[in-house]
T-cell receptor
Framework: TQLLEQSPQFLSIQEGENLTVYCNSS?????LQWYRQEPGEGPVLLVT?????EVKKLKRLTFQFGDARKDSSLHITAAQPGDTGLYLC???????????FGAGTTVTVRA | NAGVTQTPKFQVLKTGQSMTLQCAQD?????MYWYRQDPGMGLRLIYY???????DKGEVPNGYNVSRLNKREFSLRLESAAPSQTSVYFC??????????????FGEGSWLTVV
């Protein structure tokens, strides 16, 4: 079983500040997805990273996959209240039927 | 396009009562999942069904049973509800296997309170 850790568990920042959340494992990921869950809703896919060292940008969100494919980070620039939510990572790969998520990072952006 | 639909949205049960959470997806996905979400604990996998006709235990299966009724529907049953089962339950589905960009789709959640 792949141990997946997300940090920090909680993060509260002021609008306009930057933040970074992390997803780490003791094992190598084939690939990884990040989801965001807004209050009262189900999680929604943000991005899939596949290649070690890959960097993907989605507006103010920057996702990085570690060179060794054992870790990933999500950086938000100039956070807005609409970025508030629970950020979850999940390893993905061929025949990945049993999907286990990290505990997530709860981000609160204060106006 | 409905995606993943789960019912009921809210339910209050007394300890010892039974109930079934229903989930249906209209995306022709092979794999379906039930998760529970408690404060500070992210999503924990209860049961999953890799394909029609198969079900397997996840991380926290005790106190639950599931039925993969057909390719569209995957139900979760609490036979004798306990206060520890108070939680938000999410159903999810995805295509079989993994290709880059293969998305996991979630329902809107079912809030269950056991008193």
């Amino acid at each position: 079983t792949q141990l997946l850790e997300q940090s920090p568990q909680f993060l509260s920042i002021q609008e306009g500040e930057n933040l970074t959340v992390y997803c780490n494992s003791s094992s190598v990921f084939s690939s990884l997805q990040w989801y965001r869950q807004e209050p009262g809703e189900g999680p929604v896919l943000l991005v899939t990273v596949v290649t070690g060292g890959e960097v993907k940008k989605l507006k103010r969100l920057t996702f990085q996959f570690g060179d060794a494919r054992k870790d990933s980070s999500l950086h938000i620039t100039a956070a807005q209240p609409g970025d508030t939510g629970l950020y979850l990572c999940v390893p993905r790969g061929a025949n990945d039927y049993k999907l286990s998520f990290g505990a997530g990072t709860t981000v609160t952006v204060r106006a | 396009n409905a995606g993943v639909t789960q019912t009921p949205k809210f339910q209050v049960l007394k300890t010892g009562q039974s109930m079934t959470l229903q989930c249906a997806q209209d995306m022709n996905h092979n794999s379906m999942y039930w998760y529970r979400q408690d404060p500070g604990m992210g999503l924990r996998l209860i049961y999953y069904s890799a394909s029609e006709g198969t079900t397997d235990k996840g991380e926290v299966p005790n106190g639950y049973n599931v039925s993969r009724l057909n390719k569209r529907e995957f139900s979760l049953r609490l036979e004798s509800a306990a206060p520890s089962q108070t939680s938000v339950y999410f159903c999810a589905s995805k295509e079989q296997g993994f290709r880059s960009g293969n998305t996991i789709y979630f329902g809107e959640g079912s809030w269950l309170t056991v008193v």
